[in-house]
């Protein structure tokens, strides 16, 4: 987890006030970690690296030293690239694990070190505004509300319900680390298996304060929905301006994800839109969307692109 002291003691911020605002944002989840530069609308440089930050901290309730050791790296990138882009603000928000594991203080330091910044944990209000604002400020189609923004990461499921902005949101514990790690332990799933990942998805919306029959637009956002997208339109390559502003059918979507979960662990990885860190996970967060998706009164599903972390940026710009 060390080693880079004399790497990230280099990283340089611009001085505010000058004529335009550079911004960094970083959204660090359960699986992923993702950085976005520029001037926005403009957008430098947007970064994804799949780090697995989450792994087992449902069973250990620590952050493993090797996936310290995995997010650092990233982060050691990262640094180098806001020090590139002569960055004027930075703000780094952080999943929860990052707060509730025992061993928290370790990854907080090591941000502060690399970056000068203390990663956030936001308040659930404050993550559903973010990522409202990233998915519905993107959207170039016919949105009727009331939206229903879906973000299904590694951890949890948000559910954000809302028109201008989120009027309801619902933080679920569900996401596709989660729920793969405790139920999908063969390859492929069991029947059983599968049963068990299903019964955990619809207790938990039979417990969210968010409807989502309520709901007359559903935008989909993040890795897990994007990569589902790739798959019902057969990709031959993940390719994010194919993805964008795409409207799904619900059908497809759960073909696909019976497809997905039909697969092994290697044929899912062998899919040509399909990241490898994301490929043992894929079947359970497909679940979950195939699951919301089922008690909407919607047939249909826009894909967003952009996120929570454009809505990270959008704040400090």
């Known amino acids: 987890m060390g080693g880079h ?23 660090c989840g359960t699986n992923t970690i993702k950085l976005l530069i520029g001037e926005l609308p403009e957008v430098a440089v947007r970064e994804n690296r799949m780090v697995r930050l989450g792994q087992d901290v449902d069973r250990t309730g620590q952050l493993a030293d090797a996936a310290l050791e995995r997010a650092f790296a990233a982060i050691d990138d990262y640094a180098a690239l806001i020090a590139a882009h002569d960055v004027e603000r930075i703000r780094f928000v952080a999943t929860s694990a990052t707060r509730d594991a025992a061993n928290a203080a370790v990854f907080t330091d090591g941000v502060r070190a690399r970056l000068g910044v203390e990663p956030e944990v936001v ?21 009727e509300p009331p939206v229903l923004v879906i973000d299904i990461g590694g951890g949890s499921t948000e559910l954000i319900l809302g028109s201008t902005g989120p009027d309801k949101e619902h933080s679920m514990d569900i996401g596709s680390v989660r729920l793969h790690e405790r139920h999908l332990h063969s390859d492929p799933p069991t029947a059983a298996e599968i049963a068990a990942v299903v019964a955990d998805i619809d207790a938990a919306l039979d417990a969210s304060p968010v409807d989502p029959t309520a709901a007359t637009t559903v935008v989909g956002i993040a ?95």
């Open 5 to 27: 002291g004399a790497r990230h003691q280099r990283l340089h911020v611009r001085p505010a006030g000058q004529l335009s605002t550079r911004v960094a944002a970083i959204d």
């Open 123 to 143: 308040a659930g209000d404050e993550e559903a505004r973010l990522a409202f604002d990233g998915a519905v400020r993107n959207l170039r189609v016919a949105a």
């Open 223 to 317: 890795g897990t929905i994007t990569t589902i997208a790739a798959g019902v339109l057969d990709l031959p390559a993940y390719d994010r301006e194919a993805i964008d502003q795409q409207v799904l059918a619900r059908a497809d979507v759960h073909a696909t994800t019976e497809r997905l979960l039909a697969l092994t662990h290697d044929g899912r990885r062998a899919l040509p839109y399909m990241h490898p860190g994301r490929a043992d996970v894929i079947g359970a967060g497909a679940l979950i969307l195939d699951r919301v998706l089922a008690r909407t009164g919607v047939d249909r599903m826009v894909v967003s692109e952009s996120d929570i972390l454009d809505g990270i940026a959008w704040s400090i710009s």
